[in-house]
């Protein structure tokens, strides 16, 4: 069963304070995106890797290809005015009977965090990497709160995986603010999203911290 991923990334890395997008940044010798890239190919050779960006980062990201000798073969689609539109445009150029979508700048996403994903996807339709909430958790604001039993919420990462017409399906749906991930969209058309085992190094990089974190577990 053939797969492709999506790799979305668009972000402008406004947290960052910084004028480069964060998944540009070097990090151990390579851009973000590349050890981003890396990990799938790592995982099959054979895997469709399909690239959202925006439209004035595709040069940008050509130039780093060349000046990086970066080889692994992927395709570059013009990203939309939101994540929602930008994933629509790649659904167009997709050939996988099971579709990935990632974040760019999760760059430490594990074999068999992907592995796991795909399989709940094929036998189940839809499925999520999550981890359980480790900290108490209170729900209200600074002057009236109660507390929540973690054990009924989880963590969600990425790549998230579906069925082709699945997905395809689900973004027939037009675009709204409250649907946050392709999960939510999804549920939205009555299909179940299944959890799987993500890893804790799969860290999503937003902010200087983060950064400086995955560059500590990529040099130990």
């Known amino acids: 069963m053939k797969q492709s991923v ?23 010798g390579l851009p973000v995106l590349m050890h981003t890239i ?26 780093l290809c060349k000046q990086f000798d970066f080889d692994i073969h992927h395709e570059v689609i013009e990203g939309g005015k939101e994540r929602y539109h930008s994933i629509k445009n790649a659904l167009q150029n997709v050939d996988g009977d099971v579709i990935m979508v990632h974040d760019a700048v999760r760059p430490l996403v594990s074999q068999q965090t992907i592995q796991k994903v ?50 395809q399906k689900a973004y ?8 946050t991930d392709d999960a939510s969209l999804v549920e939205a058309i009555g ?17 200087p911290f983060d950064l400086k974190l995955v560059e500590f577990l990529m040099e130990n």
């Open 38 to 63: 890396k990990r799938f190919f790592d995982y099959d050779q054979e895997i469709q890797i399909v690239i959202s960006l925006p439209k004035d980062f595709i040069q940008l990201w050509k130039d």
């Open 191 to 207: 299909k179940q999203v299944f959890l799987t085992e993500g890893n804790e190094e799969n860290i999503k990089i937003t902010t």
């Open 172 to 179: 027939n749906i037009p675009y709204s603010t409250s649907v």
């Open 118 to 167: 795909i399989e709940k996807a094929v036998s189940f339709g839809a499925a999520i990497p999550v981890l359980p909430i480790k900290d108490t958790l209170r729900k209200g604001n600074s002057e009236v709160s109660g507390h929540q039993d973690r054990s009924e919420f989880w963590i969600v990462q990425t790549p998230q995986a579906f069925q082709l017409k699945i997905l």
């Open 6 to 28: 999506i790799i979305t990334a668009g972000g402008i890395g406004k947290r960052m304070g910084s004028d480069l997008p964060k998944q540009f940044i070097t990090i151990k």
